[in-house]
């Protein structure tokens, strides 16, 4: 079994996706899904927004790292 095999072989396939929304569509019901999915969206957004935020935190404290200040130089 090549390891492509095993990365996939926990995913759900078409039949099992199927059963999680018809679950999730009763539990919740149509009208409250927009709502989910709106805010669903908009923490994924947040959490992006925040990696983005630590990414250029530490670019910048690389750089200022990388490069020595003139006072340090003489």
Same mark, same amino acid.
């Given at each position: 079994?090549?390891?492509?095999?095993?990365?996939? =072989?926990?995913?759900? !396939?078409?039949?099992?996706?199927?059963?999680?929304?018809? &679950?999730?569509?009763?539990?919740?019901?149509? @009208?409250?899904?927009?709502?989910? =999915?709106?805010?669903? !969206?908009?923490?994924?957004?947040?959490?992006?927004?925040? &990696?983005?935020?630590?990414?250029?935190?530490? @670019?910048?404290?690389?750089?200022?790292?990388?490069?020595?200040?003139?006072?340090?130089?003489?």
């Amino acid at each position: 079994m090549s390891y492509n095999n095993l990365v996939f =072989a926990g995913m759900p !396939g078409g039949w099992e996706v199927a059963l999680i929304a018809l &679950v999730i569509l009763l539990i919740f019901g149509a @009208k409250r899904l927009p709502g989910l =999915a709106r805010g669903l !969206g908009q923490g994924i957004r947040e959490f992006k927004g925040a &990696v983005d935020g630590v990414k250029d935190e530490l @670019k910048d404290v690389q750089e200022s790292v990388d490069t020595p200040n003139e006072d340090e130089e003489s």
